[in-house]
């Protein structure tokens, strides 16, 4: 995979507005707000490691696309191509859940400038110039069927120019069924034009249609033989497992496989009590792209990726503002005890 | 007009998004979070000020449709007839002006539940069974043209029972702007339909077509006597008067006339520092409405209403909370110290 | 037990005033206000699972009083019935706890509208026309002389008009021995008019002056075959067990018994780290009302008060706001994660 | 007047909890806590400002009347005389005013501590040790008999001691009214103990019965003589008259008369937009007192006082924490521009 | 003066920690932060306004460095050219005024890593590659030996290169006092290197040692008469006149001369009440120059340096975050009312 | 030891800015203001703890300084013996960590008032008047060359006065290296004066220049005897032990030796999810001293230090408000839930 050229990451920026603490949303008249997306997530962790990362999406010309651009440019994030485009901002409101009762999320992101955006609105060749490597995710794909249609045709075209792609199924069913879209085929077409998939058994057998039975390494390793198989260009596969003793609570651990056999897995890391969990797997995708671009040993960019998972658990927001020395603290086992 | 029976009214409520302080738009990462809308303000000023009042309404079927009708609900307004439907919360986003800076709406309403409903999802009759009064306005002929249709079905129908129609104006060039809808027409019509019209020289004159030429009473009267021409049900008409030194320096005045040639002003009030200009014509609309209801004399009604729209000025939100105490309170001149 | 009719409640409202964080009160200069009472939080629990619930109180004419009237019925309790009288609103300021701090409660209630209200300012015959369910606590009786005579007086009334009534011990010593009350008799009156009683066997014990040996189902069993033996209208017996391992990090149990025999346990649930702790008996007590009105089977039953009680925790305030829909799904093991 | 020796203030101290912003109390979930009380504004003016000021009163021995002493203490008042006793901790609460909605008071103070401690709680004589000067309020006697009692016998001990007695009006009609206290002839029999009193001609009317027409320097002169003939021990008269254009727009100035006919008055300094007004009066006691005991001439020691007060206007709570410098550099006219 | 090219601005940047709302600094345990320094004001400003904006500083390589550099990144500046270098970051403590309180600066920037910096650790001549327009200050010049010695080389090397020079006075008699240099010297000679300054009479009397009598356009015009005779680089001279009412009520116009005899000036605009005073005279100088690199008349790039000044005045921190349609919408007189 | 006399406290007091929630620094605008320094958060809890206890310390004379020395006196602590002089306020910067992310301090105190001031600001012999116990730390002494002297001359006068020394060794080797000072050779001579040292085996290997291999009591012990041995003034040494499983989750031990071989150490309290870790060294410390003044026996001494340290973990800031009720209260395993 490539470790030159620019990071192009390509999905819808949505500002999330959050209860404060632990309450119901509107409990008090007032939001935290933040800022997320699969893609951005991934292109501002990628920034603070140290990487140019470049962010393609489609906002509106107004104060809310204005200050989604702001926020990933303080990060070191380079917006100097977004696009604006008729539609309004995505939102989505979010409900920290706590003790036994799960967060939730409420999608308002319909009419969203980049869900309205026609999905030949970005020429892909002109904006790969420059580009080593392309990251996208389901969620773009689950937009709509113009979002589907540019994902596959950004993908297409980083194939045909050499530049490395990088697909996170994150599968999310809400968005699918707004629009009635073929989730798994459309899914599987981008993986069959990616070099590396963040993905469990999970995915890969919605995608494939098949089963992959029991949990943890195994039924992970047989999707990742059964992925290689079905998709020629695919290098690598790389995921988390999360056991979640409480809402707040959970054992993290990283799988990775690679297409000649090779598999490498990381002990359990246990976080607890979590502060914010939206955003883990983007920091395990960056942290895994951080790895591979600079070289790391196999295993130590597992450990790396999710190291960086871990640490976005005691972050507010769905980004992961951890910075390579923080990363490679917790590796390095510096201890847990107040630094002066 | 009806001094009995409940006051229904009907329009779309809104969540408002608010920068704290003076500041732009998510400068800091917070928004506070109220309640509006044109009729839900009216709504929630009459419960507080005494009366039976019951709101009409679309809401999506989620944790924000809900915290809407909560709140309404907190208020004193009747919620029980409050629908649900398809669509998304409308939204708007404020941006509160100071000094020479203009406050601006973002209005985020596409889409919404009200907006999506179909016009004929309120059976008027049996709604307006045990009803005395209708309250609408031209908001919510302007969302689109199922909303507008169920404004005019209202109308009608309120016409049909007897029960009194006040109509506010409200005329807001981007929503009749987003689905081309003729908005002089419309408003005309339900015009037609009203007993109690709130507006002043600029409206009657985009409606009939016409122009006043001047500022204060004499436009207004002139416009009075051609709406009361061109409406033989109209039996009213009121308006305020805001001369705007700064941003948060405003002179309220009040104006009202009757079919009969009756007229009344009101000495110019000056308001400084306001708190929150938002749902200062509903304030007054609200408090207009008070005084025919409880039959208080003209000149009192339109100070009652003024006073209303006033203290809406120094309160934060849409909602005028003011209680009849309040109103009654600044009315009497009972100083401005403090009242321990 | 009746499972039609209105639920009435009857019991003091009180402002809480809390500490932010885990500081201690006024170590900074702002206070978190929510409103409580036994009582009050079963009504606002019941009105938020679908129920009709009745608020009966007595409040001052104030700005205070006025206000937690409005917070009852922002959450659907019905207000309609509440009374002012004179004297102050009742207070609690709390001290949350933390690590191995316990919370703190300093009551502020002397002199309130509730309990100088008279024993008869009440028409229980007629303010039980229309219900089915009559809840009190033993907080009301110990308020003082005249509420422990009305909290008597509502529960010979419901029986006299078969209206089931619940009765929850929740006893306080701090506020019988102000008053110099006798507790365990007031208590046992009022349970020898109760069809369902909420408490253990150490409020079995204190009440009837025996002892019950033991911790978990065995004394319970033997407290609650006493209290059917003492009290023959007396038909379920239900509590909590909640287990310690440090302030906010506790395991939660529940148990009932009926007067055939019949008993029922939950296993326990492990919470951690607890949001807020204060009204989960109060939800459990609703809980298991819920389960009763809307005839679940026991098992049921049982397991959906403490799903409520313990989603009581996970949210700040003393009002479980949870919804049906939250309580089952955290019962149908929809698992922790985010949903979206 | 004396200039040497310990200033004692004796009186009740509340907590006062504000609504933030200029919202309706409880509107959001939140109240801002300072502290307060007409003789502790006094007392922390005077610690500020330089002088060794110690409080006396009675507070509930618990975290609130802690609170209470600590936030003193950290003005630097000396708090070691402090007294605790049975009964609550005074409280009141603050709705802010705005525009032309005036700022209301509810007090919360009834069975406070203070106000159930027997009127002989403190041995004055010994209290009085190393003073030089006592000042209480007419607060203070309305709080009920006991408190009036003892406010009497304070002023009748430091007379006794050649402590110089400082009496500042301050009429409650609400206070008074709660326990129908003779409020006239119980202020009168204070002044006629005192040296120096703050009071304007409405102050000296309701307490003389009689009455004093117009506004301004005139009826203020009238009545310091009705005032001087009437009590001989008398030496001093001062008062502000406060003009208001609107709730947070005032005019200020100030007015000081001798028993020797001297006369000084201010011009009127005009404030806008004010933070905060309560305490304003008390500013301008612990001004004058400045003056009086650093032996500046007159007329700046009544243009100290009202710049005093005027700063106070800008400043949030009810205590001036202005210091001597802050004073000085309103008076010497050191610009209103930013200090760097 | 040049219109192509980039502009860069060299100075310090600085934290801002401001007490909130009206409180003294501490009062209550919460600081603001924002960020500021002369150069970067005007940086930010320019970004905003649409211009190419780089800034250049010495920042430490810290978490407090990084959030600065973060800060200016996120409005659009170019920080790619920011060094780190040993010592701390500079700060600055504000005290926020009221009424007739004057607002304080508390300076905390001794030691900083921009004072640290050797005078010719920035190689000027392959940083004004590309450049355009140089902006410097004399608060640069006050900091410290070192940075006056900067702030020179850049101007002349600026001069060499055929780079636009504007030089705002800035005169800050605390900073050079605490390291004793010779402001007007140091001062005179940036001046004589300088296409445009942001002075007026009492800067320009400073420097030349001379003085002009009086208030408004005629020592001004005196003054930039002297100034162009002295320094035959310098084309233009402009200044804002503030007239203050009292703390947060200003009276602000604008004034420019040029070379040719060429005078401009503003009607006074009121201002008030105002939210935010600091950066008042850097949006100013950003305007003006704004007006310059777009070539608008002389009138007009007078008036919107002035309208972007009283833009400023109206947002909290110290950047003006207004927009160029911002600034068009207040000199079109588009009206004070909401914006919908 | 002396359990007469007052205690005295000599070191830098800090200004905290932390970043709130588990942010990192300026990821919002806001930071959280306490105050802390090892020495001075011993006189707090020391004098919350009912003890005399007189703080040494030199502050800038701003608005900074004067702020920590009220909040000083707000807990009780004798300031009036504070000295001002040259120099800026010491501040910390505190980004609290979360799950596996440590918390760090970023020291912003170079060139601070405490620093700047001579070796021989305080005599010692007349500042120890009246004192029967003098608390100092290592952090004074690695602030630099002067205040090391300055702690040395401050133990060397109270040995020589009869007056008791603790001391904490508190190793920081970020202060030690910025000014290339011993600290094992000035921290051993401070060691050589004392009567009470705080520190475990590492603090004593670090001095000695030896090793003490293991965990827990044993290499504990073995240091104890090798300070008791070298340090022939040394009466007893006292540490605590800190398991951590992550961030937020400790076990927290107590160990005391004493010269006559007396051992002792409680059981590992388990501590989590922890507030606020800082300070909880210092709070052991006071805890310490108060059983020895008290004259606890030894065993009790260690529990009431132990549980002293484990309640600062649950209190936000530096400084343990608990208060001696609050210890017992903990000690007599009253129970974790809400005290009523």
């Known amino acids: 995979m490539r470790q030159d050229g620019r990071i192009v990451c390509f999905g819808e920026i949505l500002i999330r507005l959050s209860a404060p603490g632990a309450e119901f949303l509107l409990q008090t008249p007032r939001l935290e707000t933040t800022f997320g997306g699969a893609e951005a997530n991934v292109a501002v962790s990628l920034a603070r490691l140290g990487h140019e990362a470049r962010m393609l999406s489609?906002?509106?010309?107004?104060?809310?696309?204005?200050?989604?651009?702001?926020?990933?440019?303080?990060?070191?994030?380079?917006?100097?191509r977004l696009r604006t485009g008729p539609g309004r901002?995505?939102?989505?409101?979010?409900?920290?859940?706590?003790?036994?009762?799960?967060?939730?999320?409420?999608?308002?992101?319909?009419?969203?400038?980049?869900?309205s955006a026609p999905a030949d609105a970005i020429d892909w060749t002109s904006e790969l110039e420059g580009a080593g490597w392309l990251h996208i995710s389901g969620v773009t794909a689950a937009v709509?069927?113009?979002?589907?249609?540019?994902?596959?045709?950004?993908?297409?075209?980083?194939?045909?120019?050499?530049?490395t792609v990088s697909f996170d199924c994150n599968y999310r069913p809400s968005l699918w069924a707004a629009w009635d879209g073929d989730g798994p085929a459309i899914l599987g077409e981008i993986l069959s034009l990616s070099d590396l998939v963040f993905g469990d058994h999970r995915d890969?057998?919605?995608?494939?249609?098949?089963?992959?039975?029991?949990?943890?390494?195994?039924?992970?390793?047989?999707?990742?033989?059964?992925?290689?198989?079905?998709?020629?260009?695919?290098?690598?596969?790389?995921?988390?497992?999360?056991?979640?003793?409480?809402?707040?609570?959970?054992?993290?651990?990283?799988?990775?496989?690679?297409?000649?056999?090779?598999a490498w897995s990381t002990p359990a890391l246990p976080l607890t009590p979590i502060v914010d969990r939206i955003g883990g797997g983007d920091a395990f995708a960056a942290g895994l792209i951080h790895g591979l671009r600079r070289g790391l040993d196999d295993q130590r960019t597992l450990a790396f990726a999710l190291a960086a998972a871990a640490l976005k658990h005691s972050i507010p927001g769905d980004f992961n503002l951890a910075r390579e020395a923080d990363v490679e603290s917790l590796l390095s086992d510096g201890g847990l005890d107040v630094r002066r």
Chains 1, 2, 3, 4, 5, 6 share one sequence.
């Open 89 to 115: 901002m995505g939102l989505y409101f979010f409900t920290p859940g706590a003790v036994r009762r799960a967060s939730e999320v409420l999608y308002d992101r319909a009419g969203s400038a980049f869900a």
């Open 58 to 80: 489609v906002l509106p010309d107004n104060a809310l696309g204005r200050a989604a651009a702001d926020e990933l440019r303080r990060y070191g994030v380079d917006t100097s």
């Open 144 to 163: 709509g069927q113009a979002s589907a249609d540019a994902a596959r045709a950004a993908a297409r075209a980083a194939r045909a120019a050499g530049v």
């Open 204 to 262: 890969i057998a919605l995608i494939l249609g098949r089963s992959f039975a029991g949990e943890g390494e195994a039924p992970r390793a047989a999707a990742a033989e059964a992925a290689f198989a079905a998709y020629p260009t695919l290098r690598r596969m790389a995921s988390t497992r999360r056991i979640q003793h409480s809402v707040n609570h959970h054992d993290l651990s990283g799988f990775m496989f690679d297409r000649d056999g090779g």
